[in-house]
Each structure stands twice: as structure tokens, then as C-alpha cells.
């Protein structure tokens, strides 16, 4: 069965950095899309960034463009999201998820990783 | 503020239906049947529920329907449950720079 499993999360001060990842397995993970969702108690649900099976196209929400890095390694089966410069608004839970293109729609998601960027 | 607008809250007893409400934009909802809806119950990942406006993914059960008129799509939930007690949100494929937008959720109250 698809299962999503993201780690790298905690705790970073103001202006630090953080790499999440997502490991996946029980599907062909080059075969799909895969974006980062996060989730904040006061803003609810955001996309954050998209990248292809490939890995060759990538794509970012304004909020995050210049400073976070979607990548993933098809080999292992792993996603990932660099996130530097961190922010006090970029405190939320990280979701990995499989992006079915053709529907628009994101049919697995791992269980989150809370990132809490405070002094 | 989230771009789609969802209510805070509804509830429903036991066997009644309710109906959720997501009003969108004619670049987003109103421009593509691309609707989805989420349900997240706490501390769990979301789980969609409706693509495409009114398909449902294999194993859900077919008291969700969706449907959508103008900007404004609906999630209608009959037969409530007590499991059905989550929060809902909805999304929508939009031609901004970003590829989807959300709702803020809603919480449902079994009564």
C-alpha cells in the first residue's frame, strides 16, 4: 500500500535551516508529481512547492520562492524540502504528497512534520 | 485568509444529511471542474474524499457526493455518522501562479 513517511522536522531558530523528507514506497514514485503542503492553525491549507517524476520542473509558492528547494531521488524513493531562511510564518505541519496531476487533486499524504521556527 | 471560502462550522444529528459550502472565483472554481474535497479528523493527515467535483476515490463511502453551481461547490454528507466528526476542506485547481488553492475548513459536529 502507498505510505508516505516524512521526518527532518523541529524546532529552528529565525534565519536557520531545515531538510524534510519524505520516503515513499508501494508505488512507481518516478510515475508521479509530488508537492509539499503545509498547514498552520490560523491559515489552514498551503501549498508550497511541486515537483515532476522527472525531477527536471519544480515550482513554488510566492511565499517560499528563493528560499526553500524541492528535490527528490527517484532511486531511493525519497522526497525532499530544503528550507532555508526560515521564518516565524513558516512555522506549520509539513505535508508530503502525491500529486495526481490529471485530477488536480493529492490522493496520499504523509502523517506531517511540524516545523516551529522561533527565538 | 484563504483564497476559498469555506463555513467555520456546521453540525448535524445522526442520520440527517448536511451540505458544505465553498465559494471560489471564476478563476478558480468557477473556471475548472477541478474541486476536491478533504476530510482531516485531528492529529491525522487529510484524506480526499472528491476529485473532479463529484468523483469519489475507490473505499469512500457514497454517503459523500459533491457537486458544484458557478463559483460555489458543495460536499453533502448523508446519513451523518459519528465517525464522520472532522474537519472538511476543499481546493480547487486555479489560474493564479499557484496550482491549487484551499478553503479555510470546516468543522463538522455529529450531534
Known amino acids: 500500500q502507498v505510505q508516505l513517511v516524512e521526518s527532518g522536522g523541529g524546532l529552528v531558530k529565525p534565519g536557520g535551516s531545515l531538510r524534510l523528507s519524505c520516503a515513499a514506497s508501494g508505488f512507481t514514485f518516478s510515475d508521479y508529481y509530488m508537492s509539499w503542503i503545509r498547514q498552520t492553525p490560523g491559515k489552514g491549507l498551503e501549498w508550497v512547492s511541486y515537483?515532476?517524476?522527472?525531477?527536471?520542473?519544480?515550482n513554488y509558492a510566492d511565499s517560499v520562492s528563493g528560499r526553500f528547494i524541492i528535490s527528490r531521488d527517484n532511486a531511493n524513493n525519497s522526497l525532499y524540502l530544503q528550507m532555508n531562511s526560515l521564518r516565524a510564518e513558516d512555522t506549520a505541519v509539513y505535508y508530503c504528497a502525491r500529486d495526481l496531476r490529471e485530477h488536480r487533486t493529492y490522493d496520499f499524504w504523509g502523517q506531517g512534520a511540524l516545523v516551529t521556527v522561533a527565538s | 485568509q484563504s483564497a476559498l471560502t469555506q463555513p467555520a462550522s456546521v453540525s448535524g444529528s445522526p442520520g440527517q444529511s448536511i451540505t458544505i459550502s465553498c465559494t471560489g472565483t471564476?478563476?478558480?472554481?468557477?473556471?475548472?471542474?477541478?474541486v476536491s474535497w478533504y476530510q482531516q479528523h485531528p492529529g491525522k493527515a487529510p484524506k480526499v474524499i472528491i476529485y473532479?467535483?463529484?468523483n469519489r476515490p475507490s473505499g469512500v463511502s457514497d454517503r459523500f457526493s459533491g457537486s458544484k453551481s458557478g463559483n460555489t461547490a458543495s460536499l453533502t454528507i448523508s446519513g451523518l455518522q459519528a465517525e464522520d466528526e472532522a474537519d472538511f476542506f476543499c481546493?480547487?485547481?486555479?489560474?493564479?501562479?499557484?496550482?491549487?488553492?484551499f478553503g479555510g475548513g470546516t468543522k463538522l459536529t455529529v450531534l
Open positions: 473532479d467535483v463529484s
Open positions: 471564476n478563476n478558480d472554481v468557477g473556471a475548472f471542474d477541478y
Open positions: 515537483i515532476t517524476g522527472s525531477g527536471l520542473y519544480t
Open positions: 481546493s480547487s485547481y486555479t489560474t493564479t501562479s499557484t496550482p491549487v488553492v
